[in-house]
């Protein structure tokens, strides 16, 4: 395995993480809600009353921020090595994954964790080892 050093970021990486940290701790120290995209969007599937405007404007914010952060810096140029149907595929993968799980790799690994869930542990620990063997399998026994 070759590290691309030209776009390997660490400190960019760092401060996302900080980032994200910050933004968990902050949601659950002011709103008691645990930062997990998977159980906001859910919420949205069955709605309960006094429960939608927070969510929509939480989802908001997570479109138009990375759309802020390109007009400061300029457009990305996202590369991904897959076709359409292979990236349809794997969203609606993740997303019957996060059903199965009760949550998702944020609610899990980010929130769950920092609370020292046990169910959390398992859940992201599955979700790490899916992922290893899953790239494994691509890049070199179906390459």
Excluded: E, K
């Excluded at 691309?4 to 990486?13: E, R, S, V, Y």
């Excluded at 939608?52 to 989802?59: D, H, K, N, S």
């Excluded at 007009?71 to 996202?78: H, R, S, V, W």
């Amino acid at each position: 395995m070759l590290i691309d050093w030209t776009h390997f970021t660490p400190w960019i990486a760092l401060a996302g993480g900080i980032l994200l940290g910050l933004a968990a701790a902050l949601f659950v120290l002011l709103n008691g809600r645990v930062l997990g995209i998977s159980g906001i969007v859910g919420g949205l599937l069955r709605p309960r009353r006094g429960d939608i405007a927070w969510r929509v404007t939480f989802l908001l914010g997570m479109l138009v921020a990375p759309w802020l952060y390109g007009l400061l810096t300029g457009p990305a140029q996202p590369r991904i090595d897959a076709g359409w149907g292979m990236v349809v595929l794997a969203g609606l993968l993740v997303g019957v994954g996060t059903r199965y799980g009760s949550g998702c790799t944020s609610g899990h690994g980010v929130c769950g964790l920092s609370r020292m869930s046990p169910r959390s542990l398992v859940a992201t620990l599955a979700f790490m080892g899916a992922g290893f063997v899953t790239v494994f399998l691509i890049r070199h026994a179906l390459a």
